[in-house]
């Protein structure tokens, strides 16, 4: 076999091994960032949503704000508008969004109702808004979408995948995200916002 040969057999062996994937010519592979929401509580007294590179025990959610929980069987459409926001810790680089590739991710709402019995019945639906934080300035809108589930009689978690685009404002560096979530739709006993271990992010980053 020739030296020729040899180098182009090598480089295809190279690139089967490699499932065929690409590699930048710096070498760096794209990476991506999981952060699971977080938030300690509920009411006006409760900390900031936070967004956690590791589940943690999650806390109980919470139903619209000022309205009393229904009993159950009664269908109960969660009032609110405001969203719970869940913002990522800062780090020690800046977050530097691949904005080829969207921010995928889960939301999931819990029955107030499951220690007594799995009831459920109706509609989730959430409105996501993802937010860029720059190192100076007023936080940049990066993308927004509405996703539902439908709730059957029994059902403990409702959960739904999203995906956000990227656009050309998600070219600047950022020193956090923060997506905003808003729950509603009539449904019976959903009305918990999140589960710590169900309600994720991926932001795909760019490689360095």
């Not at 900031?48 to 269908?75: K, Q, T």
């Not at 819990?110 to 996501?128: C, I, K, N, R």
Request: aromatic residues 6%.
């Amino acid at each position: 076999m020739t030296r020729r040969r040899a180098a182009s057999a090598g480089l295809a062996l190279a690139v089967l091994l490699l499932g065929g994937a690409s590699v930048p010519a710096s070498g760096a592979a794209p990476t991506a960032r999981k952060l699971y929401a977080y938030q300690a509580g509920c009411g006006p007294e409760a900390p900031p949503g936070r967004l956690l590179e590791r589940v943690r025990d999650y806390m109980v959610g919470c139903s619209g704000e000022g309205v009393p929980l229904p009993a159950a069987g009664i269908p109960f459409r969660e009032v609110t508008r405001t969203p719970v926001s869940y913002t990522s810790e800062p780090g020690r680089r800046p977050v530097r969004l691949d904005r080829t590739r969207p921010v995928t991710g889960r939301v999931a709402a819990e029955s107030w109702y499951h220690v007594v019995a799995d009831v459920g019945v109706g509609q989730v639906t959430w409105d996501l808004v993802l937010w860029g934080l720059p190192l100076v300035g007023r936080p940049v809108e990066l993308g927004r979408t509405t996703v539902s589930a439908t709730v059957l009689p029994g059902q403990e978690q409702a959960t739904a995948a999203f995906r956000i685009p990227l656009d050309a404002r998600a070219s600047r560096a950022f020193r956090q995200v923060r997506l905003d979530v808003v729950q509603r739709g009539a449904n019976v006993g959903m009305t918990a916002r999140r589960l710590a271990d169900q309600t994720w992010l991926v932001l795909p980053l760019r490689a360095r």
